[in-house]
C-alpha cells in the first residue's frame, strides 16, 4: 500500500487561504468517507484537525475545513496564521491493505 | 481527558528487540470503539503506521513488519506494548502511541512521542 499523495509544500500570507491536497485510490479516499487530517508542529505529536472528511474535533478552529471529491480529500486553512505552519498529514481507510489505514506524504506548510 | 504515555529504552543495539509500554489515563483500553496505535516517524519524515489492537486481542499489522512485530494488551495496567525484534538503524525513530475513535477513522489522542535510536 503506498502513501497517499500530498504536495511537499504550500505557503501563504498571513491572512489569506491555502488548500492541501490528499490524492489516493478508488481503494481508500475514492471509496470511504474515514478522511482524516492531522497539523504537527516541530518536537510535537501531530493534532487532529479533521474527521470523517469534513468534522472537526471539539476545539479545533473554524478556519480549517475539509472536503474531498473523487478520489482527491482537501483541508484549507483559511485566514492564515503564523501559527499554522507546520507539517500536515492525511490519514485514509483503504481496502488495499491488511492494515486498513494509510498516511499522506505529508505537507509543509510556510506562512510567509 | 484520555492521555497516553510511551516508555522504554532510547537506545537499542542492532539485532537486539524493542519493547515499549504505552499507559493509558483516563479511559480504560477495554472500551470498544478504539483502536490502540502505535505509529512512527523517522528523522525529518513522514508518519508510518506500524499497527494496532482492538480490545478484545485482535491486531493488525504494517505487512512490512509483520514478520518482526508483536502488539499485545495488558488490561490489568491499562498498558498496552510494542515488541520489534532484529532492529536495524532503519528503525531509528520516534515512536508514538494513539487511540484510533474506530467510528470517525481518526487518532484523537497520542503520546507525546519516544525517539528510539538503534546503534552499538
Known amino acids: 500500500q503506498s502513501a497517499l499523495t500530498q504536495p511537499a509544500s504550500v505557503s501563504g500570507s498571513p491572512g489569506q487561504s491555502i488548500t492541501i491536497s490528499c490524492t489516493g485510490t478508488?481503494?481508500?479516499?475514492?471509496?470511504?468517507?474515514?478522511v482524516s487530517w492531522y497539523q504537527q508542529h516541530p518536537g510535537k505529536a501531530p493534532k487532529l484537525l479533521i474527521y470523517?472528511?469534513?468534522n472537526r474535533p471539539s476545539g479545533v478552529s473554524s478556519r480549517f475545513s475539509g472536503s474531498k471529491s473523487g478520489n482527491t480529500a482537501s483541508l484549507t486553512i483559511s485566514g492564515l496564521q503564523a501559527e499554522d505552519e507546520g507539517d500536515y498529514y492525511c490519514?485514509?481507510?483503504?481496502?488495499?491493505?491488511?492494515?486498513?489505514?494509510?498516511f499522506g506524504t505529508g505537507t509543509k506548510v510556510t506562512v510567509l | 481527558q484520555v492521555q497516553l504515555q510511551e516508555s522504554g529504552p532510547g537506545l537499542v543495539k542492532p539485532s537486539q528487540t524493542l519493547s515499549l509500554t504505552c499507559t493509558v489515563s483516563?479511559?480504560?483500553?477495554?472500551?470498544?470503539?478504539?483502536?490502540w496505535s502505535w505509529i512512527r516517524q523517522h528523522p525529518g519524515k513522514g508518519l508510518e503506521w506500524i499497527g494496532y489492537?482492538?480490545?478484545?486481542?485482535?491486531?493488525y499489522y504494517n505487512p512490512s513488519l509483520k514478520s518482526r512485530l508483536s502488539i499485545s494488551l495488558d488490561t490489568s495496567k491499562n498498558q498496552f506494548s510494542l515488541k520489534l525484534n532484529s532492529m536495524t538503524a532503519a528503525d531509528t525513530a520516534v515512536y508514538y502511541c494513539?487511540?484510533?475513535?474506530?467510528?470517525?477513522?481518526?487518532?484523537?489522542?497520542w503520546g507525546q512521542g519516544t525517539l528510539v535510536t538503534v546503534s552499538s
Open positions: 494513539a487511540r484510533v475513535s474506530i467510528g470517525a477513522a481518526g487518532l484523537d489522542y
Open positions: 483516563g479511559g480504560s483500553i477495554t472500551s470498544g470503539g478504539y483502536y
Open positions: 489492537i482492538y480490545y478484545s486481542g485482535s491486531t
Open positions: 478508488s481503494s481508500d479516499v475514492g471509496r470511504y468517507n474515514y
Open positions: 470523517e472528511v469534513t
Open positions: 490519514n485514509s481507510y483503504t481496502s488495499s491493505s491488511t492494515l486498513g489505514y494509510v
